[in-house]
């Protein structure tokens, strides 16, 4: 989730009506957590705001525009408002407030800040007169179509598409559906078709619309200048850019790169490239740089590279999919006309390269071959992650994860291309051998043989082990990309579960969360599914992806975020357990959305996609598609798609109806009138072209898919995991290391295996206590826990290591820093270096004496109150070296810091990421300076929170550090 929140805000004086610099908004998922809803002065410290909200459980807060004011109901706890009910107001940072809606209703938000010492707040819920039945939007129209399917609950929905002129070169639709929606307004709309964009002629009017739907909201998200409340102020940056979608204004670079590459490079790639251009960034002038840091390549020293937007832990390299930016890249460089093509390949050369490079050095771990970093697009921790982990993003940091790991690929690939064009021949070559070691680890580290399937991330740090949680985004572009092999493909392929309304974008689901990622389809995961069965042959996973894609669109009216899996709903309005109504957000026309549509019909079902060679002409018409869509026509054909200054207009012809399952074969191929192969060179091209695709043969294809069931309101059973146990204790005698295993207790059917060093040594557990004694002294240890009957598995429990390690703190004499200690506070209830951080400060431990040789993990002991765990860009990013009693280096590299939550009294301290070294007997002594973070890089200078318009933020408060012995 894209919005900021700051971890502490000062007590707001007053509120004027004039004073514009302090006005206040309802800020919540009802209005993508935007300023449209302005708290407006009614005199005598009164401020109202009356807003439009749809059913569910809405988070919401009162906010500033740049957040540096937040008032909340309790600073500790989330509290869900009843309507007409005064609450008091704490004028600091903390937890969303709620709001249950039952049915779709004006509500007004009145702060009363006339006692400028308990401002408050109340909600009540305005009656508004009943509106009169709605006239048919169709009536009088010859053309009709209507589209209906199955709900979960036995029932159907249906939407309607009528046309005033069917005839007509460019179509007017108007589009109506049964299904409540989402968001407050009519159940029909209208939109056209648009002379600059392809449209497509199908013999289905139903079919023709969406398509023309897709491109209408394209346009919709077309844009000049883009906004979010975290930067400028929250005022309009000017930029011909796509914004993310209606409840998004910015540009988000995994959000643009997966649209991008899966339909937008291929109509708009002078929007895609300014899209791409706007998430780069050189460093802050004046700001000092590490000479640890990357940077002497391509871009010298301007440091130009990706910008990893905000999120867990303060950013990079807590997160590191920014890599994804080379997706839309790659696609861009395709289709962008070759005048334009020079210049943006030379810029994102030097900008991957600073990007490649850093990376390798913050974010590789040479031990597995594969980068760290959270998962891609799955930002939001709760979700798909262990509970433990928000409160441990160093752990989060340290996993690897399969979607990231192939987004650090395909920018591999993409650089060491660019670099062989620009003549350097040995960087080409440097990556292309990065690359290929990479697909290897891949294949290696994150294949789970039972299964069939990647494992969609490791755990972290002390523990190491592939988990058994599948994404399918992160399946669909291993297949893509080619690290997965043939065999590989069909076995994900055939083993990833399908609800009936398509496939979730995690397995399985967690227990006692809301739909977002969890509990969730996303319509552009589900387009690189249906990418990726049509790559391989499945008919059945490509029919399920294109009937989720058509039904979501058509029922929704438009392209939305995501959907709950097991329903198809754009909202589950579950009474009975509010804090699981989801998805929590859900916006209209999201961008990755559109581009998935688009994408569909004109890469998949038209077969047209663009390579380094030229045209690939590839369409995967399935028998269900063409009786289902296309059962009235014997061709179906696309119109005006424009590349490279050159039209193309492709018609597919089609053979007669089937009752069989399977897909097309292409028989032949004509480029105006003439015998051509299924690429096409652009060389070959005219200035108007008409390709003709002759289908034939019906292949069988793959036909393996894995179906599951399941009550969309159940919060447990056959689709979901077991909650992740916990060590409680950990004993180290003479009998061995003694664990205390504990279970969330209320689940049947569980048993637990235990991990030692990543490595699982026994399964079939009951909660209780077990022995390992075949233990080392130096051992970590983590659980898991497993359903008996589904086999599904829960993440792993926290490790813990039977050595206790060397721990020093900075009140110890061999501390030695620039920074007075300070005392404990109503906060933290030991001395600590507050604020260390700036780059000229010194942290060094002398004298530390390792008693025996071995492996040991070098971490920091440090609380990171910067921003929230889920927000910002101020994560801390150090270089950490040790030196042995002559002042020789025996180890070096970066460690993280992330944000840490934040308490009222006694907060917890936190470790670092760890530095691996190995140490002989000795003394040794460690030493800490400056790496640098996303707050370095001159596109976040006006970013409200820490690390933007003050300056850098690469700051924490440090206790101590600790050397734990592994093995």
């Not at 398509?211 to 394209?218: I, Q, S, T």
């Not at 002989?920 to 409200?944: Q, V």
Request: with cysteine.
């Amino acid at each position: 989730m894209k919005r900021s929140l700051l971890a502490a805000a000062a007590l707001l004086a007053c509120l004027s009506a004039s004073a514009q610099e302090k006005a206040l908004y309802i800020r919540g998922a009802f209005n993508g957590w935007g300023t449209d809803n302005a708290l407006v002065h009614k005199g005598k410290g009164v401020y109202e705001a009356d807003i439009l909200v749809s059913p569910g459980n809405h988070a919401f807060k009162v906010g500033s525009r740049d957040w540096a004011e937040e008032w909340v109901a309790d600073v500790n706890q989330s509290v869900t408002v009843a309507p007409d009910t005064p609450y008091r107001l704490e004028t600091q940072a903390g937890p969303e407030d709620y709001l249950f809606v039952r049915r779709t209703g004006t509500y007004r938000f009145t702060v009363d800040a006339s006692n400028r010492a308990a401002p408050s707040l109340r909600i009540v819920r305005l009656e508004t007169p009943q509106a009169a039945g709605a006239p048919d939007p169709h009536a009088g129209r010859k053309a009709v179509a209507a589209l209906t399917w199955p709900t979960w609950d036995g029932k159907q929905e249906t939407a309607r598409i009528s046309s005033p002129d069917a005839m007509a070169p460019l179509r007017t639709y108007t589009h109506s559906t049964t299904l409540s929606l989402r968001d407050p307004g009519p159940q029909h709309s209208e939109y056209r078709e648009d002379a600059g964009l392809p449209r497509i002629r199908t013999g289905n009017l139903a079919y023709d619309a969406l398509f023309a739907l897709a491109g209408a909201e394209m346009r919709l998200d077309s844009v000049s200048h883009i906004r979010d409340g975290n930067y400028q102020g929250g005022a309009a940056i000017p930029c011909e850019c796509f914004a993310t979608g209606e409840k998004w204004h910015y540009v988000w670079t995994r959000d643009l790169s997966y649209a991008a590459d899966l339909g937008l490079a291929l109509l708009d790639p002078q929007r895609v490239r300014n899209s791409l251009e706007f998430k780069l960034s050189g460093w802050r002038k004046g700001v000092p740089i590490a000479p640890q840091v990357a940077g002497k390549g391509y871009a010298t020293e301007d440091g130009l590279q990706i910008v990893q937007d905000t999120g867990s832990g303060g950013s990079w390299p807590v997160s590191t999919d920014r890599v994804t930016w080379a997706f839309a890249a790659e696609e861009t460089l395709r289709t962008l006309p070759a005048s334009e093509r020079t210049r943006f390949a030379r810029r994102a050369l030097a900008a991957l390269a600073n990007t490649i490079e850093n990376d390798r050095i913050a974010a590789f771990d040479a031990k597995t071959g594969l980068y760290m970093g959270e998962q891609s697009f799955l930002d939001w921790r709760d979700q798909s992650y262990a509970g433990w982990i928000p409160s441990d993003l160093a752990s989060m940091s340290t996993s690897k994860s399969l979607s990231t790991n192939v987004g650090h690929y395909q920018a591999l690939r993409l650089a060491a291309q660019l670099a062989r064009e620009h003549g350097d021949t040995a960087r080409g070559k440097r990556y292309a051998g990065w690359a290929q070691a990479l697909k290897r680890a891949i294949n290696r580290e994150l294949w789970l043989p039972g299964a069939g399937m990647y494992s969609s991330l490791t755990a972290g740090h002390l523990d190491g082990a592939p988990l058994h949680k599948f994404d399918w985004l992160g399946q669909s572009l291993a297949i893509l990309s080619g690290i997965a092999g043939e065999e590989r493909a069909r076995s994900i392929l055939a083993r990833y579960p399908h609800g009936p309304m398509g496939a979730p974008v995690i397995w399985p689901q967690q227990p006692g969360m809301p739909v977002y990622h969890n509990r969730a389809l996303w319509p552009f995961v589900t387009a690189y599914g249906l990418r990726a069965a049509a790559q391989a042959g499945n008919v059945a996973v490509a029919d399920a992806a294109y009937d989720s894609l058509l039904r979501g669109a058509a029922l929704n009216m438009s392209n939305m975020e995501n959907l709950e899996w097991l329903s198809g709903q754009p909202l589950l309005l579950d009474e009975r357990h509010p804090t699981l109504i989801g998805p929590v957000i859900n916006s209209r026309r999201q961008l990755w959305s559109v581009g998935a549509y688009l994408g569909m019909v004109v890469g998949e079902v038209f077969g047209v996609s663009v390579r380094d060679e030229g045209i690939a002409l590839r369409p995967f018409v399935t028998a269900k598609l063409r009786r289902e869509m296309f059962g009235a026509s014997s061709e179906v054909s696309l119109h005006a798609l424009q590349l490279h200054g050159k039209r193309i207009d492709v018609r597919l012809r089609l053979p007669a109806v089937s009752r069989d399952n399977g897909y097309y074969a292409v028989e032949r191929v004509l480029l105006n009138g003439k015998p051509a192969g299924q690429t096409l060179r652009l060389a070959q091209l005219a200035a108007d072209n008409q390709v003709e695709i002759v289908l034939g043969k019906l292949l069988a294809g793959q036909q393996d898919i894995r179906r599951v069931q399941d009550d969309p309101y159940a919060d447990g059973g056959a689709t979901f995991g077991p909650r992740e146990p916990a060590i409680t204790a950990l004993k180290r005698d003479a009998d061995g290391v003694t664990l205390q295993i504990a279970g969330s207790g209320k689940e049947q059917d569980v048993s637990y295996s235990i991990y030692r060093d990543g490595k699982r040594v026994v399964d079939g557990l009951r909660a209780g206590t077990w022995t390992d004694r075949a233990a080392s002294a130096f051992a970590c240890y983590a659980v898991e826990a497993r359903f008996g009957a589904t086999g599904n598995r829960s993440h792993h429990s926290a490790p813990r290591c039977a050595d206790a390690g060397i721990e020093v703190a900075v009140t110890d004499p061999r501390t030695v820093s620039n920074l007075k200690l300070s005392p404990p506070n109503a906060r933290f209830a030991a001395p600590h270096l507050a604020g260390w951080g700036q780059p000229g400060d010194r942290y060094t431990v002398e004298r530390i004496e390792v008693p025996a040789a071995g492996n040991y993990q070098v971490q920091l002991r440090y609380h990171n109150a910067a921003n929230q765990v889920n927000l910002g860009i101020s994560g801390g990013v150090k270089w950490l070296a040790v030196k042995d009693g002559r002042g020789r280096v025996v180890a070096q590299g970066v460690v993280g810091l992330p944000h840490a939550p934040l308490a009222k009294a006694d907060t917890p301290t936190v470790y670092s990421t760890p530095l691996a070294v190995r140490l002989e007997r000795g003394t040794y002594r460690i030493e800490m300076s400056d790496y640098y973070n996303m707050s370095y890089l001159d596109s976040n200078s006006s970013f409200s929170a820490a690390g933007g318009l003050t300056g850098p933020s690469n700051r924490f408060d440090i206790y101590g550090v600790r050397l734990l012995r592994t093995n």
